[in-house]
Every structure is written in structure tokens, then in C-alpha cells.
């Protein structure tokens, strides 16, 4: 069946090629994120494909890659604060440290891994608002809106987020380190 006045808009090598640049410019940015809300390797090329996969379907409605990346990045939060059945971090990582190819590097490693770590101990929605919150620096209404939840509800899942780390002895070990840093 042809339709006269399809001119390819979203399909063909248009909408290949705008997504391929995006794909080549910000999955190992989105890579990160993904790997921050499941806390493993694996869970997060998973959670990235599939975001990605939506993203793309949805190539037309978003137009330029700094919308995709948002709406990828939305996508994988929804994703995982949704789907509560889904087991993102069923495979815990082999935490060993990789060759260190400078100084304070090793310490950087351990923090990653133990931040993961302690991520992964959180509900899969408290995980995403705080990714969001402190890593993405979003506001509480930009992840209301990102989640399809309250601010209201952005807020609760943050403190109960934040008291469980307190809890957990996670919070107080980061903030006494910052206060040692000093001026270096």
C-alpha cells in the first residue's frame, strides 16, 4: 500500500541516521545512569536497550537528541520504578578493582562500586528519584513528571530513601569524609 504523502518522516534513513548519532554520542552517558538505577553490569544494558528501543519507536515525536537523551534517561526510571517484579540486580558484581591507571583512582573505583552497592538495597523507586535527584540534579517536579507521580510522592521516596541510608551508617561516612577533605 502507498501512501502519498509519507516523504519518510520518521522512517528510512533519516530517523536511522539521527539515532545513530545519538546512540554514538550518549550511551555511555545513559549507560551510566542505567548502571546507577540497577546497580549491575548486565541489568543495565538491558534497562539501556530497552529504553532505547522505546526511544527509538518513538523517534518522531521527539525530533533532536537533546529531548532523546531526556526521554531515554525517563524512560529507564520509569521502567525500573515501575516494574517492580523485574529482578534488575539479581547478579551482583565481581567487586574487583581494575589495574589503577592513576593517582586516587582506586579510591574513585571503591566509592563507585560501594555507591552501587548501596543502591541496589533500595526500592527500585526511591533508587530512581534519588539517581535523578543527585546525579541528574533534577527538580522535585521535573522527576514528578519524569516518574508520573506527586512532588508529594518525589519527596517521600527521597527521605525514605536518604533515612534508609542514614540508617544503614551510609550517609554519616560520606559526609564526615567531605568535612576531612579540607582544601585540597
Known amino acids: 500500500m502507498h501512501h502519498g504523502h509519507s516523504h519518510g518522516q520518521g522512517h528510512g534513513p533519516g530517523r536511522d541516521e539521527a539515532f545513530s548519532a545519538f546512540m554514538a554520542s550518549r550511551y555511555p552517558s ?17 534497562l539501556a536497550q530497552e529504553a532505547l528501543l522505546r526511544t527509538y519507536r518513538a523517534w ?15 524512560t529507564m526510571a520509569r521502567l525500573l520504578a515501575k516494574d517492580r517484579r523485574r529482578r534488575w540486580s ?18 574513585w573505583v571503591a566509592t563507585a562500586v560501594s555507591v552501587r552497592a548501596v543502591l541496589r538495597q533500595l526500592p527500585p523507586a526511591q533508587r530512581a528519584v534519588l539517581v535523578l535527584r543527585y546525579y541528574h540534579q533534577l527538580t522535585e517536579r521535573q522527576i514528578a513528571e519524569a516518574l508520573g507521580c506527586s512532588a508529594g510522592t518525589v519527596k517521600s521516596r527521597a527521605a525514605r530513601a536518604l533515612a534508609a541510608l542514614r540508617d544503614a551508617g551510609f550517609l554519616t561516612a560520606v559526609t564526615d569524609r567531605e568535612k576531612g577533605a579540607g582544601d585540597e
Do not use: F
Open 30 to 46: 545513559l549507560l551510566r545512569t542505567a548502571t546507577l538505577l540497577t546497580g549491575t553490569a548486565t541489568g543495565a544494558e538491558d
Open 90 to 107: 539479581q547478579e551482583l558484581p565481581a567487586e574487583r578493582l581494575p589495574e589503577v591507571p592513576g593517582p586516587g583512582h582506586d579510591e
Open 60 to 74: 518522531r515525536r521527539i525530533g533532536r537528541i537533546e529531548a532523546a537523551e531526556a526521554y531515554t534517561r525517563t
